[in-house]
Nanobody
Framework: QMHLANFGGGLAQPGESRRLSCVAA????????IGWFRQAPGKEREAVSC????????AFLDSVKDRVTMSRGNADNTVYLQIDSLKPEDAATYYC????????????????WGQGTQVTVAA
């Protein structure tokens, strides 16, 4: 069983950037595809983006595709999602998830999930 932890949420003003972290406890993430999902209150969970085990990034959500950057940390157990030019509609709880398949937007393809980190965007 692999445990993932999400960090980096909080209150941001519109236009600011936020870098979210996905950290695996006592495990390496380099062989996993890491997906990022978000869920706002009263809304369905939606796939934001994914980085494959080979380092290829895919943005699934049109509203953020020009504003997100994914990267893997120098340590094998960390993956980052940076969102630039935050908008109020970006406010949600963001989750990372790890899966052994290629990047997809289907949550069922990811076996391990972080607890989520909440991003609030307000002036």
């Amino acid at each position: 069983q692999m445990h993932l932890a999400n960090f980096g949420g909080g209150l941001a003003q519109p236009g600011e950037s936020r870098r979210l972290s996905c950290v695996a406890a006592a495990a390496a993430l380099d062989r996993f595809s890491i997906g990022w999902f978000r869920q706002a209150p009263g809304k369905e969970r939606e796939a934001v983006s994914c980085i494959s085990s080979s380092g290829e990034s895919t943005a699934f959500l049109d509203s953020v595709k020009d504003r997100v950057t994914m990267s893997r940390g120098n340590a094998d157990n960390t993956v980052y999602l940076q969102i630039d030019s935050l908008k109020p509609e970006d406010a949600a709880t963001y989750y990372c998830a790890a899966g052994l398949r290629r990047c997809t937007r289907d949550p069922a393809d990811y076996r391990y999930w972080g607890q989520g980190t909440q991003v609030t965007v307000a002036a």
